[in-house]
């Protein structure tokens, strides 16, 4: 199992690009979540899913979308890229059941840069 | 949700053992306190979970009062690769599992580990 992998690792946008992150997951979670990450702070929430063809906002969702086409995948829109977008973005994902784990399972991140 | 309170900051040396204390006062009946660990450049990562009492696997160990305001991560005998981000987390599993539910991460602990 490769686990939860996000494409592509590494990028730099000009101001007002556009640009999708891709989220994939291979061990059949019904949630999935995007989370970015600044410097010397913990992660917040951008949007979430809990399950195909839907999608929720979390607590920054200004400035991205997201789509859930697939189960296994979880898409991140930035349609006109701004400095303040600079950061670290984290996909997530866990499973809908019974067994009390609070665990998620997160990808290895992709470090987007704005000028 | 329960507020958390850890360090900023730890410094060990080889071999020792590390004990990070967390601070959770307004911790709710069905909340269970969960560990992760950062490394640079990658995700977080799941690593111990427990309710009362105590909880150990082959990476730490996990105290807990039985006031359950408090709780400590233990790492034995700790070694170079052990240097990483630990976030102490407080939340109720049933709402991950559930309905998914964003993880709450504070700044966390970075623990410094030299030779």
């Known amino acids: 199992n490769a686990g939860v992998t996000q494409t592509p690792k590494f990028r730099v946008l000009k101001t007002g690009q556009s640009m999708t992150l891709l989220c994939a997951q291979d061990m059949n979670h019904e949630y999935m979540y995007w989370y970015r990450q600044d410097p010397g702070m913990g992660l917040r929430l951008i949007h979430y899913?809990?399950?195909?063809?839907?999608?929720a906002k979390g607590e920054v969702p200004d400035g991205y979308n997201v789509s859930r086409l697939k189960k296994q995948n979880f898409l991140l829109g930035l349609e006109s890229a701004a400095p303040s977008q600079t950061s670290v973005y984290f996909c997530?994902?866990?499973?809908?059941?019974?067994?009390?784990?609070?665990?998620?399972?997160f990808g290895p991140g992709t470090r987007l840069t704005v000028t | 949700l329960a507020k958390t309170t850890q360090p900023i900051s730890m410094d060990s040396y080889e071999g020792q053992e590390v004990n990070i204390t967390c601070s959770h006062n307004?911790?709710?009946?069905?909340?269970?306190i969960t560990w992760y660990q950062q490394f640079p450049s990658q995700g977080p990562r799941f690593i111990i979970q427990g309710y009362k009492t105590k909880v150990t696997n082959e990476v730490a160990s996990l105290f807990i009062p039985a006031d359950r305001k408090s709780s400590t991560l233990s790492l034995p005998r700790v070694s170079l690769s052990d240097t990483a981000v630990y976030y102490c987390?407080?939340?109720?599993?049933?709402?991950?599992?559930?309905?998914?539910?964003?993880?709450?991460f504070g700044k966390g602990t970075t623990l410094s580990v030299s030779s």
């Open positions: 307004n911790i709710a009946t069905n909340d269970y």
């Open positions: 987390l407080v939340g109720d599993p049933r709402a991950l599992l559930q309905a998914g539910t964003a993880l709450i």
């Open positions: 997530a994902s866990n499973q809908r059941g019974t067994v009390l784990s609070y665990e998620q399972y």
């Open positions: 899913s809990v399950g195909e063809g839907t999608t």
